[in-house]
């Protein structure tokens, strides 16, 4: 496994000096020191280091946490807090760096093991399921279906391309609207409102349609018949924390029929 590279951000020298002897021991490569935010953020940008551990309180202009925020909204690169002491004012600033942990001084080698190898996880797996989450959403942006995913109370908080334009609504405008506003339908012959399938998934838990004899109404108000199908998603508990619905138009070549003809 290749080691760790780490950059470390300490404007006291003897500090500086002792992490680099407990890094290498303990088997991780110090990229570079800086002493500064302002040569951190530099230092960041040319060595792209796995981690960094950054003081709080550093002098000039840049204090740490100012540092870790230029840095964060650059590279996707996980920081580690290091401080003796910090009032509540700037504690408050650090939590909004969303940092990947804490270590006071003076501190013990073990702790600082501890929470770079934890914040070094818990960033591959947050990697790690952004590539996933990335990928399934670029293959149901492909799809000729269209697909709706609610959240446990209906919201919707994915609609691909083909769902905004059967719907008649921008994926924009879509989400975190209720799915029961976007996805409208009507029965075929009696243009009577139909439940909608993902009320019903959330409701029984249960593989939902609406049947065959079903019409969408998208947002102009024109009618067209669809094939639907909505799946609850449940957690390891058997709660349901999703809904995933899938339709398409079953005679897209036929002129689909108007409610205000």
Known sequence: ?????????????????????????MGYIVTGVATTGEMAFEKATHLRPDLILMDIKLKGNMDG????????AQFDIPVIFLTAYADEYTLQRAKMTVPYGYVLKPFEERELYIAIEMALYKHSIE????????WLAHTLNAIGDGVIATNAQGQINFINPVAAEL????????????????????????????????????????LENSGNATLLIDRAGTARPIDNCA???????????????????????IDPPSLFM
């Open 1 to 25: 496994m290749p080691q760790s590279k780490i950059l470390i951000v300490e404007d006291e020298g003897i500090v500086a000096m002792e992490l680099q002897e407990r890094l290498r021991v």
């Open 231 to 253: 799946a609850p998603i449940h957690d390891k508990s058997g709660q349901i924390i999703e809904v995933v619905l899938i339709f398409r138009d079953s005679n897209e070549h």
């Open 65 to 72: 946490v100012m540092a870790t925020e230029q840095i964060r």
């Open 127 to 134: 990697t790690k399921t952004k590539k996933e989450g990335n």
């Open 167 to 206: 719907t008649g609504w921008s994926q924009t405008e879509a989400l975190g609207q209720d799915a029961r506003q976007i996805f409208q339908l009507v029965d075929e012959a009696t243009h009577a409102p139909v439940e909608n399938p993902i009320s019903k998934a959330l409701r029984n838990g249960l």
